[in-house]
């Protein structure tokens, strides 16, 4: 049996960074490939474009487990089409050709919206490119490999340090800026939120006890944006000039099930929007 060794594709960024600490954390063996090194992780660092077929041919082959962070939203938006359809193509083959296990991590807003409780076994609606992008990518694996092979996490926001993109990073720059808000819909918008250090925990737990399937990880903590604006307001003593525009929300779930995910690795999250927040402000 091959001594476990994990290739994280995409690693450079927000989520991969944080893979890397639990992994050199337990000393477990690993490489992470993009287009440019991380200063100081050069030693662990492979050069990899998923969109180029030839680049596949020369990556080392002894790993037992690849995980997929490439597909995120991206500019210009046709490389976020590119990596969740070539990319994947492309991934797919290299995992399948070498017998590898294969982690994608993919998005909740493979739902779209409902009003009804969704799980794992819920039909896929997305509602926004992004969404249809990664419910294509899940579509391509779960038709390309074998189903012991593979596991999909839907993860949902993730927030902590360092964190450039998403609402948390907007809504805490407008704050220290006093800058206005706008949103393009109601505020009634519900966000699951998951902590980037307990998101990486367990997808590191996955890759070295490795069960198939696909998953729903959503963090512990559920806020609709009117519900933020009133947690940021309480902890920083401001009132921010907030505007909403008078239509319903995309993407907009009632409630998304986690059950599956809690029972197969009984992981206890460590982290607390409210918590983390506090320590922003």
Known sequence: MKDKKILIIGGAGFLGQALMKPLLKNGISFFYADSTPIAGMEQYFVSLNV???????????????VINLTGQVSNPSNLCLELNTKGIDNIIDFVKKNDLNFIQVSTISVYGSSIDEVNEESKLNPETSYGSLKAMAEYLIQ?????????????SNLYGDQQPK????YLLRSLKQNDDIFFNNDGLLKRYFLNVEDASNLIIQLSTHFKSGVYNYLGNDVYSIKELINLLEQKSNKTLNVFYENSKPWENLANVSSTKIDVAFGYKYQHTLNEWLTKQI
Do not use: M, W, Y
Request: net charge negative.
């Open 143 to 155: 038709n390309k490999l074998s189903k012991d092979k593979f596991s999909i996490i839907r993860l």
């Open 166 to 169: 998403g609402v948390l990073a």
């Open 51 to 65: 969109l180029e077929t030839n680049d596949f041919v020369n990556l080392e082959t002894d790993f037992t487990t």
